[in-house]
């Protein structure tokens, strides 16, 4: 399948691209999005969102940052967040694709291995895997009972049900894509760079509220700003600028959408010293201002007894 030089940011393919809830989860056949565009998924990226593509039966061409692989049934492929992908399935292809909002495989209660079904599906590494038949049943029968689950409470409320077939599918992909995952990063350079994007990310996990500048990073990370640079853009697909801002406007969804506090005292709390500062950065991000945001992405609503994060 050809490279193409160009490639589009959607939410969904072919939808609009836009804010992604930290809870966000969608769930559908392979055939819902592929015959509606004739079986070719043009080169595309996903912000915020981690997907995991179980080929049931049918086979199709998958192209990744660069690389491209024909996947035959009992194929499962994850995909990360800021990965440049595009399909071509065959008619008869058939299977789901999972989309997951990357906030939600970090937190707490996807309670996964350290090494293995949690940080490491987040990892920006392409990974795929043929699982051996009994593997393949168990993801098949989950995402058909996450399927259903979705069709009955749609992707705002995460049920109790929903969060442990997806606590479970994680943990099973995990086993499913370790040895992939494995073999690429023991390659001597990209094990380097995937080691440092780690260390960076873990960085701005514990200073993104301090708005420090990149060079700040690369400093404490004893490299140079273009190698840190350079390591983003190969693992992640994005520069270590933009994920300290994605950090900071993350952390800005979720104080808007489960806490009271004041835009003014959010965006105190994440280093902006000027409040239209913040109301800028976050219109330009999300397309919304932080009010309109708070009106309407606040999911948990005066007397929703749903179980939230």
Do not use: N
Request: net charge neutral.
């Amino acid at each position: 399948m050809a490279i193409r030089p160009t490639f589009s940011r959607f939410s969904l393919y072919g939808e609009e691209d836009g804010a992604i809830a930290p809870e966000f989860i969608h769930i559908e056949p392979i055939s819902a999005r592929s015959r509606r565009y004739e079986g070719t998924i043009a080169p595309h990226t996903h912000s915020g969102i981690f997907q995991f593509i179980l080929l049931e039966r049918g086979s199709g061409w998958l192209q990744a940052d660069g690389r491209a692989a024909r996947r035959a049934p009992g194929a499962l492929v994850a995909i990360p967040s800021g990965c440049i992908h595009a399909f071509d399935f065959a008619e008869d292809a058939e299977g789901w694709v999972l989309s997951i909002a990357s906030a939600l495989l970090g937190e707490l209660r996807i309670g996964t291995r350290p090494t293995r079904g949690g940080p490491a599906l987040g990892d920006a590494l392409l990974l795929a895997g043929a699982p051996d038949p009994q593997a393949a049943r168990r993801l098949s029968w989950l995402l058909g009972e996450m399927a259903d689950d979705f069709a009955r409470h749609g992707a705002h409320r995460l049920s109790d049900a929903m969060l442990a077939a997806l606590t479970w599918l994680v943990a099973l992909a995990g086993d499913v894509l370790e040895p992939a995952r494995s073999a690429r990063a023991a390659s001597g350079t990209a094990a380097r760079r995937e080691q440092l994007v780690q260390r960076f990310r873990a960085l701005v996990e514990l200073h993104f509220r301090e708005d420090w500048p990149v060079p700040r990073y690369a400093r404490e990370l004893g490299t140079s700003p273009p190698s840190l640079s350079r390591a983003c853009q190969a693992v992640l697909g994005r520069a270590p600028g933009d994920l300290v801002q994605d950090r900071r406007q993350l952390e800005a969804m979720r104080a808007l959408t489960y806490t009271a506090a004041s835009v003014q005292r959010i965006a105190g709390d994440l280093g902006f010293s000027d409040p239209a500062y913040f109301a800028r950065f976050f219109k330009a991000r999300t397309g919304m201002t932080a009010s309109r945001f708070r009106a309407e992405r606040a999911w948990l609503k005066e007397g929703d007894d749903t179980a939230s994060l």
